[in-house]
């Protein structure tokens, strides 16, 4: 069983919906919790960055951590077509020392 | 500009020849590191450095050799190329052990 488990999709919504993202870990220690974006041939880049538990809204974007469940999710509002990208859980004990997901990916059709 | 360059951004080799993939920092970060991103695998970590003339391992070492002599550089060899090694490598360095990973944009390698 791989340490965070992600739904690699694709996921595809309508512009304008709402998008709920998923990942589960197994290590209950892990106390950092961050969510990336990677548009195609592109490097990943840090979209959400929460540590312990509890939410984090950042405009359209909702992190929400479970602990309890070892249960991440993001969520975004008003979906766009340039949110079309894949998505990476990553969670650890510290900031930079991650372990990833595999990646979800999303698809909003204008 | 400031950030992380990532150089080439696309190479092909042969199988057991060396090749060595370049990353600079201008943040002037402690941290390094190496992923690689495949199918299947997602990222997964390669090497890693604290600091100048400190490395250490990740998850998957196995044929690949890093350095780093200054702050700003960790290339990261690999000193016989195997198909098995044809991946997407991203560099990525972070200020302190709380703060966030940044990456560059990758180096796409293809072992023939």
């Known amino acids: 069983q791989k340490e965070v488990e992600q739904d690699p999709g694709p996921l595809s919504v309508p512009e304008g919906a709402i998008v709920s993202l998923n990942c589960t870990y197994s290590?209950?220690?892990?106390?950092?919790f961050m969510w990336y974006r990677q548009y195609s041939r592109k490097g990943p880049e840090l979209l959400m960055y929460?540590?312990?538990?509890g939410n984090k809204e950042d405009g359209r974007f909702t992190a929400q951590v479970d602990k309890s469940s070892k249960y991440i999710s993001l969520f975004i509002r008003d979906s766009q077509p340039s949110d079309s990208a894949t998505y990476l859980c990553?969670?650890?004990?510290?900031?930079?020392?991650?372990?990833f997901g595999g990646g979800t990916r999303l698809m909003v059709k204008p | 500009d400031a950030g992380i360059t990532q150089s080439p951004r696309y190479k092909i080799t042969e199988t057991g020849r060396q090749v060595t993939l370049m990353c600079h920092q201008t943040w002037s970060h402690s941290y390094m590191f190496w992923y690689r991103q495949d199918l299947g695998h997602g990222l997964r970590l390669i090497y890693y450095?604290?600091?100048?003339?400190?490395?250490d391992k990740g998850e998957v070492p196995d044929g690949y050799v890093v350095s780093r002599s200054k702050t700003e550089n960790f290339p990261l060899t690999l000193e016989s190329a195997t198909r098995s090694q044809t991946s997407v490598y991203f560099c990525?360095?972070?200020?302190?052990?709380?703060?966030?990973?940044?990456f560059g944009n990758g180096t796409r390698l293809t072992v023939t």
């Open positions: 290590n209950s220690a892990f106390q950092y």
């Open positions: 450095s604290a600091a100048a003339d400190i490395t």
């Open positions: 929460t540590y312990s538990s």
């Open positions: 990525a360095s972070s200020g302190d052990r709380n703060s966030p990973l940044h």
């Open positions: 990553a969670t650890g004990n510290a900031g930079n020392m991650l372990t």
